[in-house]
Nanobody, 124 residues
């Protein structure tokens, strides 16, 4: 599986961005998908995950109520809608894929494939 993330950019605090991650191949539906981020000088952190069938999603507390993860299995694409952004959300955002069945969309672990990252910068 090859992943291509896009949609990052510069936005003012309180604004919104939508990230997309397009996957290659015909097995997208067999993967849980996750979004991670890495801020300057910090470790990469799990942000949100969605189950392979799209029926369940998980968010870390810091983004709950502001971010929405979704997927379109017909288009092999996962999205991250980010609303009410604040400067602490500034980071490189990565999408990742984990073979279904290991609840990776909840734990943030056991991801097999990673995209290249897209930079999100939130100005105050």
């Amino acid at each position: 599986v090859q992943l291509q993330a896009s949609g990052g950019g510069l936005v003012q605090a309180g604004g919104s961005l939508r990230l997309s991650c397009a996957a290659s191949g015909r097995t997208f539906v067999t993967y849980d998908m996750g979004w991670f981020r890495q801020a300057p000088g910090k470790e990469r952190e799990f942000v949100a995950g969605i189950r392979n069938d799209g029926d369940s999603a998980y968010y870390v507390d810091s983004v709950k109520g502001r971010f929405t993860i979704s997927r379109d299995n017909a288009k092999n694409t996962v999205y991250l809608q980010m609303d009410n952004l604040n400067p602490e959300d500034t980071a490189v955002y990565y999408c990742a894929a984990a073979l279904k069945g290991r609840i990776a969309y909840v734990t943030g672990r056991n991801y097999d494939y990673w995209g290249q990252g897209t930079l999100v910068t939130v100005s105050s």
